[in-house]
């Protein structure tokens, strides 16, 4: 399956300093372990390494660049016209902010099975190109198949 997270996903994950850090560290292993496919793209590269740079922590830098830029299981998802378009949709629609309709449209494009997001605000749309948008406690299916 393919999956995209939304950068705060990456953020509990990485930096595990909120009470959703534990459930996003177990999706990141569940999702590794069943060989999911995680959609990125340099977008979400650049929202995840702003405070990393800011605070001057190049461990953490280092370690986004490599999940997002030199893992198997991951796939670069660029910023095409077809992406701005439906970003360009989704926002005249639903009146999100800029962050969440790129994410959202990025996934779209990239035909996401699942889109995962701590916001229940972004749970609630149906996202054509997404089959699901669903919340941290979501179950990852234990194969790829």
Not at 65 to 70: E, F, I, M, N, V
Not at 73 to 102: G, K, N
């Amino acid at each position: 399956m393919r999956f995209y997270l939304d950068s705060m996903v990456w953020i509990y994950a990485f930096e595990g300093n909120s009470p959703f850090a534990a459930p996003a560290q177990t999706l990141f292993r569940n999702l590794r372990a069943a060989g999911h496919t995680l959609l990125v793209s340099h977008f979400l590269l650049g929202e995840l390494l702003v405070v990393p740079i800011r605070s001057g922590d190049s461990f953490l830098v280092a370690s986004y660049k490599r999940a997002l830029l030199a893992s198997a299981t991951v796939e670069l998802v660029p910023f095409s016209a077809e992406v701005a378009v439906t970003f360009a949709t989704l926002r005249a629609r639903h009146r999100i902010q800029s962050a969440d309709a790129i994410h959202l449209s990025l996934a779209a494009t990239a035909q996401a099975d699942i889109f995962v997001t701590a916001d229940s605000r972004l749970q609630k749309l149906v996202v054509p190109g997404i089959g699901a948008i669903v919340d941290l406690a979501y179950s990852v299916p234990t194969r790829h198949p």
